[in-house]
Each structure stands twice: as C-alpha cells, then as structure tokens.
C-alpha cells in the first residue's frame, strides 16, 4: 500500500511540474497581466503612429505634386532662369517608415494578447503545491514549548469555474 502511494503521489508531482513549468499562479498571473498591458498599449498607439505616418506621406506626396519652380535672379536682379523645385523625399520616407511601424505594432499585439490568454488559462489548470511548515504536537515529549516538529504538505487545487 505504501508503494502504490507513493508511486501515485510521484505521478501526480511530476505532472503537475511539468505543467506549469515549474512556475506558481501569482507568477503566471503576473506575466498575463504584462502581456495584457503590453498588448492593450501595442493596440493604442499603432494606430496613432499609422495615421501620423500616413499623414506626413500625403503631405510629401501632396508637396511633390503641387512643388513649383521659382524663378532665379543673379546679383544686379535680372533674370537667370527658374531653379528646380524642392523634393519631399524625405518626408515620404519618415511618413512611409511611419505607417509600416504603426501596422506592425497594432499587428503585435495580437501575439501579446494571446500570450496573456495562454498564460492565465496555464495558472488556472490543477496544481500540486507543496510545502513545509513547523507545527506543534502536543503529546511529543511532554510539552508544547520546544517540540516543533516539521512537517511536509502536499496540496492539489483544482479550480473550480472561469
């Protein structure tokens, strides 16, 4: 009988190690709430940066477009010949870097959230919790002063509901 039981409570120990990586609930409730804000800050200013970005490629291409030439005079004020317009290469290039940045952090998100999903359903699964605590027994050596003894607790909580 003492051998089934403790071939069971291995069993039941290593799995439970195994499935959850050796990590406690408030440490894996921790990183599902950092993923949780990583992701809900991802989520919020991906679209702030596109837009911006998207605005300063518009305004560049807008520039571009609409660029005139404006006419040259030399020293005593005639007229020498009209100089090239002015190129808005660099803010299509901000505004263009700027839009991709916002969709690739919006689209970021959606990994943080799902490793916040996947990280609190791992901290609700059935675990073993294991500890050791000193009590005292009272009819140990006749007294309840200096007879604390140690003693090994195993615990498996399993959730009940969400």
Do not use: C, W
Request: no cysteine; proline share 3%.
């Amino acid at each position: 009988m003492k051998t089934l039981f403790s071939i069971v409570a291995l069993l039941i120990f290593t799995g439970s190690v195994f499935a959850q990586n050796g990590e406690d609930y408030d440490e894996l409730m921790r990183k599902s709430r950092r993923a949780r804000t990583t992701s809900t800050i991802f989520v919020a200013t991906g679209p702030v940066i596109a837009a911006g970005g998207i605005g300063t490629l518009i305004y560049g291409l807008l520039q571009n477009e609409l660029a005139e030439s404006e006419p040259l005079f030399d020293a005593n004020g005639n007229y020498v010949g009209d100089a090239a317009p002015r190129k808005y290469t660099t803010e299509i290039v901000v505004g263009a870097a700027g839009a991709l940045t916002g969709i690739a952090l919006a689209l970021t998100s959606i990994h943080f959230s799902n490793k916040a999903s996947d990280l609190k359903r791992e901290a609700r699964r059935i675990k073993l919790k294991t500890s050791t605590e000193r009590i005292s027994i009272p009819g140990l050596q006749n007294g309840l002063a200096n007879n604390r003894a140690r003693q090994f607790k195993v615990s498996l909580i399993v959730p009940l509901g969400r």
